[in-house]
C-alpha cells in the first residue's frame, strides 16, 4: 500500500495511491500519525479500501508530507563509505545518530527556503524508515516487525552552521523546510529489497548523486535495533539511512551549494521522486 496525505498545508487529507491513481481515504481513517501506526490501523485499512466506493483526487492536488509530524527524526550519518570518503571522514564504527527538528517538515514538491545567513545550504537524497511498532531494545532478528514502511526523504543540511557552528549537527540540519518527506509511504511489501535500491539526485537537472542502499554500512535493521538500545522509537517516528556521495560539500576541485532559482530533484527506486524549487529567505 501507498499512503499519502494531500491538501493545502495544515489541512492535508489522508490518501492512498491505487493503480496510480489518488483516493480520499479520509472517511476510513483520521490521520496518519502515532495513533495510526500504533494500532492494526494499517492491515484495517487495507481491507476497508476493499469494500469502499473512495472518492478520486486529482493528481494536480498539493501533496503535503507523508505523515503527520512524527516525535522524531533520528538521523544517521555518514552511513555510506563514499559519502564519509568525499568528506574526508572516518569510517563510523558504530551509527552516527543526531537529530532533525520536525518543524523542518514539508511536503515533498513544497519550496525550499534557503536560511538567513545561510551560505552553505546543501542537499543530501536519503531512504527513510517509518517506525509502525513501540520499539525499545529490540533484537535485530525482530526489527523488520516494527517498520511499517520507507519513504524519500532530503535530508537538507547547511554546511557552516553544521560543522563551523560549535555543537551538534542538528543547527545545520533543522532549519524550516529541511524535510521535504514524501510524496508517499510505501509498506514494505511494496519493495521487493529494500537493500538494493536506487536513488538518485539532480541540481538543475544534473545528476549529483547516483547511489544504491546495498552499499549502507549498517543496514536498516540493524539501525532500527541499535537505534531502539538508546531511546524509545514511538509509532510514526523515521529513521534516515544516510546518504550516498555527491554532495555539495564533496565537489572537486571545490565545494559548491544551493542558491535561489536552483531546482533540485530526487528519487529512490520503489518510492517515487520528489522537486524543490530553491528559494531565498525573504
Known amino acids: 500500500m501507498k499512503l499519502i496525505r494531500f491538501g493545502a498545508a495544515g489541512e492535508e487529507k489522508p490518501g492512498v495511491i491505487i493503480n496510480e491513481e489518488y483516493y480520499d481515504v479520509s472517511g476510513l ?24 466506493n473512495l472518492p478520486k483526487v486529482s493528481k494536480e492536488v498539493r501533496l ?15 552511513n555510506y563509505k563514499d559519502h564519509a570518503a568525499e568528506t574526508n571522514a572516518a569510517i563510523p564504527v558504530e551509527p552516527i545518530l543526531f537529530f532533525k527538528a520536525t518543524s523542518a517538515i514539508v511536503g515533498p514538491n513544497d ?53 563551523e557552528r560549535n555543537g551538534q549537527w542538528v543547527k545545520g540540519k533543522s532549519c524550516d523546510t529541511f524535510a521535504p518527506i514524501g510524496p508517499f509511504i510505501a509498506t514494505q511489501d511494496e519493495i521487493e529489497d529494500i537493500h538494493n535500491v536506487r536513488l538518485w539526485l539532480k541540481v538543475n537537472d544534473k545528476l549529483m548523486q ?66 524543490q524549487h530553491v528559494k531565498a529567505y525573504k
Not at 481513517?29 to 469502499?52: C, P, S, T
Not at 520499539?135 to 554546511?159: F, T, W
Not at 541499535?226 to 529513521?239: N, R
Open 29 to 52: 481513517v483520521k490521520e496518519y500519525d502515532e495513533a495510526f501506526f500504533a494500532g492494526n490501523a494499517l492491515e484495517e485499512l487495507k481491507e476497508k479500501i476493499k469494500q469502499a
Open 64 to 78: 503535503g508530507p507523508a505523515l503527520a509530524r512524527p516525535s522524531k527524526i533520528v538521523c544517521i550519518g555518514l
Open 111 to 163: 519550496d525550499l527556503t534557503i536560511p538567513k545567513n545561510s551560505k552553505k545550504t546543501d542537499w543530501e537524497v536519503e531512504l527513510a524508515i517509518v517506525i509502525g511498532k513501540k520499539a525499545s531494545y529490540v533484537e535485530q532478528s525482530d526489527a523488520l516487525n516494527h517498520i511499517a514502511g520507507y519513504v524519500l526523504h532530503n535530508d537538507y543540511s547547511e554546511r557552516a552552521f553544521q560543522i
Open 210 to 275: 547516483d547511489g544504491n542502499t546495498s552499499n549502507l554500512i549498517f543496514n536498516v535493521p540493524f539501525l532500527v535495533h541499535y537505534v531502539s538500545q538508546f531511546m524509545t522509537l514511538l509509532p510514526g517516528d523515521v529513521i534516515t539511512t544516510g546518504t550516498p556521495a555527491g554532495v555539495g560539500l564533496g565537489q572537486k576541485p571545490e565545494p559548491w551549494y544551493l542558491k535561489e532559482g536552483d531546482v533540485v530533484e530526487l528519487g529512490i527506486d520503489g518510492l517515487g521522486s520528489s522537486k
